[in-house]
């Protein structure tokens, strides 16, 4: 199919692209990588009005360290930011994730940031974004605001995003030196979207684990935090049984859905299962044997 009919703007400015939204009246798009915008014009799963396309707007495109912060532009690419010796040094877990979306052709296009805006529940940035408490830098018609990731997220392609507000820029908080960080992901081919993905950054102190974060994708209607399997980790010594507890946490946090990809309880069984493989890999320990 081809799309629908729409106008185009190639803003030059945040202000212009946040104009032209708002002259869109609510129905305008941003484009960014077109990865994820593109399928569904083409599919008409989509019918903006405008396409809003923020490509050449100078300086939404950095990677740079802001205090204690790690600062992401709008248009930072998936390849751009998962290649970043910044990035690899300040959050481990977004390049270790990043490697994980699509193939390189759609990495060298989509933006972080896209991804996240877009906020689909099996999106490898969302979940990372969820993990670490990410801030979502946002610019509209009424100036500029910040929103925790905690709040962004809400529900199926949904965020707190207003129709003629733009994502201009991705913050992270620097990781502890030390951050030890796994990704284990389960798809039906390389390259396609997780069926379940689980995202553990772990900080120990000796056998102790000081810090833990956690997070799935595919199995809820938006990014889910393992808060429960963290309280499970914080401030205990790492052993086999406590990895089976906090992976049995996250499979009770679980709210999948029967779909044509796979049946509600694989995914609750793949959370629990991907979640031991990310902690035991992360600590080095195996649970073989571990009571589940
Ligand atoms: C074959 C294929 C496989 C893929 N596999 C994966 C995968 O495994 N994992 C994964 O995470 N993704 C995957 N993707 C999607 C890809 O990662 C997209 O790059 C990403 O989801 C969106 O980023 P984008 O820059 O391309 O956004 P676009 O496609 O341009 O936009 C997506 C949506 O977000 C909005 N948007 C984009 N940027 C902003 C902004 N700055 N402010 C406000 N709104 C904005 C747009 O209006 C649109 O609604 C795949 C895509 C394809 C085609």
């Known amino acids: 199919m081809k799309p629908a009919a729409f106008d185009y703007v190639r803003a030059d400015s945040v202000a212009e692209a946040v104009a032209a939204l708002v002259a869109s009246d609510g129905s305008g798009k941003v484009l960014a990588g077109g990865q994820s915008l593109v399928p569904l014009l083409s599919m008409r799963l989509a019918r903006p009005s405008v396409l809003v396309d923020i490509n050449k707007i100078p300086g939404l ?61 099996a999106a490898e940035a969302p979940a990372v974004a969820r993990a670490l408490d990410a801030e979502l830098v946002v610019s509209g018609p009424a100036g500029t605001r910040t929103i925790a990731a905690a709040d962004f997220f809400g529900g199926y392609l949904t965020t707190a995003l207003g129709p003629d507000e733009i994502l201009t820029e991705v913050r992270i908080p620097i990781q502890p030196p030390g951050a030890q960080v796994a990704v284990c992901e389960l798809a039906r081919r390389s390259g396609d979207f997780a069926l379940v993905a689980v995202f553990t950054a772990l900080t120990l102190d000796g056998d102790v684990i000081t810090s833990a974060r956690l997070a799935v994708a595919g199995t809820n209607p938006e990014p889910l935090r393992g808060t429960a399997a963290e309280a499970v980790l914080i401030g205990n010594t790492v052993t086999a049984a406590r990895i089976v507890e906090a992976a049995a946490a996250v499979s009770a946090a679980t709210s999948p859905a029967d779909d044509i990809h796979a049946a509600a309880s694989y ?26």
């Open 61 to 121: 495109d950095h990677i740079r360290r802001e205090g204690d912060m790690l600062a992401i532009g709008a248009l930072a690419r998936h390849e751009t930011v998962l290649r970043s010796p910044l990035v690899q040094q300040a959050v481990p877990l977004l390049p270790a994730a990043l490697r994980y979306v699509g193939h390189r052709a759609i990495r060298n296009r989509g933006t972080v940031a896209g991804s996240i805006a877009h906020a689909d529940p």
């Open 267 to 292: 995914r609750r069984r793949m959370a629990g299962l991907l979640t031991r493989r990310a902690l035991a890999a992360t600590v080095g320990t195996s649970t073989k044997g571990a009571a589940a």
